[in-house]
């Protein structure tokens, strides 16, 4: 027999591990933009010294 409290472990449990799993996706994501970011500014620069020479 699972008691109340066993319960509301198990769900908090459940609770912080779909916390940790978006944490980690957003911080995938965050990753993900940094990158594109960086290459977006490289392209620029290219694109301004290719225009200098």
Do not use: P, W, Y
């Not at 769900?11 to 957003?26: F, G, M, V």
């Not at 960086?38 to 225009?51: C, F, M, S």
Request: net charge positive; charged share 35%.
């Amino acid at each position: 027999m699972t008691t109340n409290s066993t319960k509301a472990t198990k769900k908090a449990l459940q609770n912080k591990s779909s916390q940790n799993k978006s944490t980690r996706e957003n911080e995938g994501e965050k990753q993900k933009l940094a990158i594109l970011r960086n290459q977006k500014l490289e392209n620029v620069r290219t694109i301004r010294k290719e225009g200098l020479d």
